[in-house]
């Protein structure tokens, strides 16, 4: 399985988003959108804690490359600083 990710557009506090999960032939197997819009009192909450509470991984070079999970990817290395 392969998953693709874009944002689309930002505009003001909405960001529109797209996205696919393919089979390794490229076939696609399902596509979806959305609209997010951020609250506007998110502007007052503490980003580093909120992205700890989420659970989002630090950005780094890691996380650029896909995880491609047919290659029997070890996700408990890669999740270890959680």
Request: a positive charge.
């Amino acid at each position: 399985m392969v998953i693709r990710t874009n944002i689309d557009q930002v505009k003001g506090r909405k960001a529109t988003v797209t996205g696919r999960v393919e089979d390794l032939n490229g076939t696609v197997l399902v596509e979806a959108s959305a609209t997010f819009v951020q609250p506007r009192y998110a502007k007052i909450l503490h980003s580093a804690q909120l992205r700890k509470a989420m659970g989002e991984p630090p950005a780094s070079k890691d996380h650029e490359e896909p995880v491609l999970l047919a290659d029997g990817q070890d996700l408990n290395k890669i999740n270890k600083h959680r």
